[in-house]
């Protein structure tokens, strides 16, 4: 049974929601927005396979980077939009796993954009899945 990547999603609204703990909140936040990208990673990875993506013969996996250029050099606006979403959910994910300190925003709303671009990116590709 293949795994359900859109339970990322709710997980992630779970830690937002559920943690009790202060000294967790920044945590809780910053994995959010991790689970967030990696849950629309999968569906869009779905859908551009689904219209032509390939990956590279020298690569094993599909980069992030590859996938984000496959949506943002795409001719449908579109899916230029979703590259525009995917490509903020990674930067986003990256700051949230890699930095010591969120800047570009408070890690709050960094997590609820995550999970607002991830709620839409995951309905558009379901609909794009199912036709």
């Known amino acids: 049974m293949n795994f359900d990547w859109e339970k990322y999603l709710n997980l992630a609204h779970y830690l937002v929601n559920q ?5 967790l909140s920044e945590a809780a936040h910053r994995s959010a ?3 967030a990208y990696y849950a629309v990673f999968h569906f869009v990875k779905a859908v551009a396979f689904n219209n032509g993506f390939t990956i590279p013969p020298k690569n094993k996996h599909v980069r992030h980077t590859d996938l ?5 050099f795409n001719n449908d606006l579109v899916f230029k939009n979703i590259g525009i979403k ?9 700051e949230c796993d890699y930095e010591d300190k969120v800047t570009t925003q408070s890690y709050q709303q960094l997590t609820h954009e995550s999970i607002r671009y991830a709620r839409y990116v995951i309905g558009w ?4 899945l199912s036709t």
Not at 19 to 23: A, F, K, L
Not at 68 to 72: D, R
Not at 125 to 128: F, L, N
């Open 125 to 128: 590709s379901k609909t794009k």
């Open 19 to 23: 943690v009790g703990n202060p000294d």
């Open 86 to 94: 995917l490509e903020r959910l990674w930067e986003n994910r990256k």
């Open 68 to 72: 984000i250029n496959f949506y943002q």
């Open 33 to 35: 927005a991790s689970r």
